[in-house]
Structure formats: structure tokens, C-alpha cells
T-cell receptor, first 113, second 106 residues
């Protein structure tokens, strides 16, 4: 079945460590996005990519990094520079950045221990 | 970011009608989404408006006024399972509002 797969579902990070969240889609979508969601809050855009080998910062990019080497993959690295990384992370994709439904992955819970 | 405003919380009664409003900055606007999100789950698509007017889809309808930078989601015949957060999102660079937490009471 086509869709977006995020992994892992749950991840624990020690302070000072970098961790990478995986996002893979087989929908042949051009655009991919990463959002952060804190408890009881809305979605805040971290990074987005409209095409392979190109990406732009969202509202809260500090402490995060991404890559878009393949169309189907958009991994997010939470670096040690992100001082408060505990949150729910959602990956999404769409055919383009205008006029198409956005599909979300199931999300990844990151907790700092 | 580009401001998208919606009420933080709303409460309604089972069987009633509720309207959730959303206002947004109009510059660079390409369309507006509504998503439903249950706690701890991914958002699910409800509607997409790019032209002015009302789009009806079963119990849910969404309205858009581009000149006013205004949209609303209308939920009819409320059911307990409609208790969730409702996210308004602006197309262009996919910015979402903070969401409206709807509680449906018996």
C-alpha cells in the first residue's frame, strides 16, 4: 500500500546526542515536510523540501537538520543544539506545494532522558 | 511565521452544530486545509478550499472567503467521536494554526 512511513515510533535520546528520524514515502510526491508538535499545541514547521537536493527552513529550524538525497526520503536529525527536543514529530508529503492534499505519517515520539 | 488564528478550545453538545473559525494572512495564499487530529495520532484530512464558498462533505462543511482571509469548519449532528483537535492550515508553505480542541458533551 502507498503511504508515508516514519520510524521509529518511539525514541529516547540522551542529552548531547544527535538522533535521526526516518521518513519514507512511496507516493511519488515532490514535496515533504517535518513538523513538531508539543502537547496540546498545533503543528510547527521545522523544514520542508519541494524537490530533491533542495530544502528550506521553517519557523523552528534551529537545532535540526535535514537532507533530501532521494525523492522518497526526508530524514530529520535532531542535534544536540536543540535544547528541548521532547515532542511528537510528524512527517508529511504532497504532490507539490500547492493545491494537493497533504498526507501525514503516523508520527514519532522523541523523549530526552 | 505567517499568522493563522483559531480558537483554542470549544465545547458543544452531542447532536448540535458547531462552527470553528480560522483567519489567516492573505498574501501568497494558495488554498486552505482543515484536518482532524485525535490525541497522539496523525492528522487526517477533512477538506481543502481554494475558491470562495462552501464545500459540503457529509456532516462536515468548510467555507472560505479569500478577500477576508477567513474560513470556517462546520460540524453538524455532532457525535462523541468528533471530540478532537481541528487544525486550519494554509497552503503555500503549509503553515498550520495552533488547532482548536473540540469537546463534545453528552
Amino acid at each position: 500500500d502507498g503511504g508515508i512511513t516514519q520510524s521509529p515510533k518511539y525514541l529516547f535520546r540522551k542529552e548531547g546526542q544527535n538522533v535521526t528520524l526516518s521518513c519514507e514515502q512511496n507516493l511519488n510526491h515532490d514535496a515533504m515536510y517535518w513538523y513538531r508538535q508539543d502537547p496540546g499545541q498545533g503543528l510547527r514547521l521545522i523544514y520542508y523540501s519541494q524537490i530533491v537536493n533542495d530544502f528550506q527552513k521553517g519557523d523552528i529550524a534551529e537545532g535540526y537538520s535535514v537532507s533530501r538525497e532521494k525523492k522518497e526520503s526526508f530524514p530529520l536529525t535532531v542535534t544536540s543544539a536543540q535544547k528541548n527536543p521532547t515532542a511528537f514529530y510528524l512527517c508529511a508529503s504532497s504532490m507539490s506545494d500547492s493545491g494537493n492534499t497533504i498526507y501525514f505519517g503516523e508520527g514519532s515520539w522523541l523523549t530526552v532522558v | 511565521g505567517q499568522n493563522i488564528d483559531q480558537p483554542t478550545e470549544m465545547t458543544a453538545t452531542e447532536g448540535a452544530i458547531v462552527q470553528i473559525n480560522c483567519t489567516y494572512q492573505t498574501s501568497g495564499f494558495n488554498g486552505l486545509f482543515w484536518y482532524q487530529q485525535h490525541a497522539g495520532e496523525a492528522p487526517t484530512f477533512l477538506s481543502y478550499n481554494v475558491l470562495d464558498g462552501l464545500e459540503e462533505k457529509g456532516r462536515f462543511s468548510s467555507f472560505l472567503s479569500r478577500s477576508k482571509g477567513y474560513s470556517y469548519l462546520l460540524l453538524k449532528e455532532l457525535q462523541m467521536k468528533d471530540s478532537a483537535s481541528y487544525l486550519c492550515g494554509r497552503q503555500g508553505n503549509l503553515i498550520f494554526g495552533k488547532g482548536t480542541k473540540l469537546s463534545v458533551k453528552p
